[in-house]
């Protein structure tokens, strides 16, 4: 049986992720930041325990409780919790970017590292990020989220190289609009970071805020979290994995217009929404 841990499972595409791996014959330890969520999967008949990106302690007990469980190895990892602050840059104090690239960079990185002397072991692993459409190309508001996933881009293509030769397999996933609570999660980041009532750009927070704040339905173009699942599947079962899978038509889109357009006219683009 092949294990993979997953990070991020309390709802969205980590949820989704470890119970379609699970499906698939693999197993999975699916982690979430919180006790009482990954009580919820233990009930669920996942194998579940809690490991917070933020928190290298938490980092050194999950790998710790996975190599006891299997060990000492582990054929994948499938890198997923991840968190948005909502701002525009000019309001994002620095605290704020400091804590968004502890989660979505620094731990993605901390936990890899930990991960690889396993995978060198054994002669074969696959770790699979999870980017963004907005780790290819920006979004007004967005740039605190932006910025990690452009650096998580960077520093997983040098991994990519790197690891050439080893049997550890580094791959991408760049999903578009996917149903998940990241924009709901986002509001507590922008209610404690961004002093938008002080902002020169008041009024135009007002849009923000109702986006954040409102009930709506979902995104154009919006795919449920199985989207992600399906092709974190390919990523695993492929003998020789792309280094990027994109997901939702808005990703293949802007992937495109990225490599034909010129910056001012990508700029344009983006800004019709």
Known sequence: MR???????SSGIGHDAAHGLKAQGWRVFATCRQQQDCDRLLAEG??????????????TAAVAEVHTRTGGTLDALFNNGAFACPGAVEDLPRDALRAIFEVNLFGYHDLTRRVIPMMR???????VNCSSILGLVAAKWRGAYVAT?????????????????????????EPGPITSKIRLNAARHFERWIDWQNSARRDEYTALRHRLYAAKGPDRFELPASAVTAALIRALDA???RPRYYVTTPTYLMGFARRLLSSRALDWLISKG
């Open 3 to 9: 294990s993979i841990l997953i990070t991020g499972c």
């Open 46 to 59: 996942l194998e579940s325990f809690v490991l917070d990106y933020a928190d290298e302690a938490s980092l």
């Open 121 to 127: 072991a054994q002669g074969q692993g696959r770790i």
């Open 149 to 173: 996933k452009f650096a998580m881009e960077g520093l997983t293509d040098v991994l990519r190289i790197e690891m050439r030769g080893t049997g550890v397999e580094v791959i991408l996933i």
């Open 239 to 241: 003998p020789r994995p």
